[in-house]
């Protein structure tokens, strides 16, 4: 038998780490066409931004829009990013369809985070001009115990790219997700881009209470209850027997 060195030992570690991580996020299914997206996971609830007053930020604070919570992001220079915005907001360029959407900017120091109010088996939206010219810009989507379940990494798509992102976790339920920024050069430390449409599946009806569960003490009454029910059930039939 092979003498394992520290450097062997700590080598398998890792490896078995990299595989472990890898299975968890096979799990998930990627999609790129709305559609198949649509009819393989049955969407039960949809954002579209348009209840919402131009300018509505989440640039170091927190918005609500629907069942999702947006939190985080950076505000470079003049510039102004994380907000809701109608088509032409900055400059343009991350525009879906001509309507009002989110127009999301990450940085290599910080990145936003999109809460999901009631957990979902599958989320989509369409995205605009997210991780370009050289840029590196992650969708990483976690269970409630911070477990990563998906990640999907844009990089060198073009001016104006149009995309659909659409994600099947596969039988497990997502809480939140993030946006990060790899930048390979210091002048590409910023990533903005536009996110409209977004479709998702809750684990439970948004609208619905969330079941209550009851305490220790309700069930061991309840229990009690029972029992000296068929203790009463049983004494009356022994009475009527004899």
Known sequence: MLPQTPQLIAAALLAGA???????VSAATLYADRAAFEADTAPTGAIDF???PDGSSFSGQELSVGP????????????????????GFCEGYHSIDGSRHACVGVSD???????????VSAWGADFSDMGDQGRETALKFYDD???????????????LEKTFIGVDFEGESASYMTFSLFARLPSQDLDGFGMDNVIFTSV??????????????????GSAAGGLMSLGRLRRKRQAAA
């Open 109 to 119: 120091h910080a990145q936003v985070r999109l809460d999901f109010l009631t957990d």
């Open 18 to 24: 990299a595989l472990a991580q890898a299975s968890a």
């Open 204 to 221: 439970r009806d948004p609208g619905a209470p969330a079941p209550v569960p009851l305490p220790p003490a309700a069930l061991l009454l």
């Open 68 to 87: 999702m919570r947006f939190s985080g992001g950076v505000t470079p220079g003049n510039e102004t990013w994380n907000v809701i915005s109608p088509v």
């Open 50 to 52: 348009e209840d919402l």
């Open 145 to 159: 115990a911070d477990q990563l379940l998906f990640e999907y990494v844009a990089a060198d798509q073009g001016e």
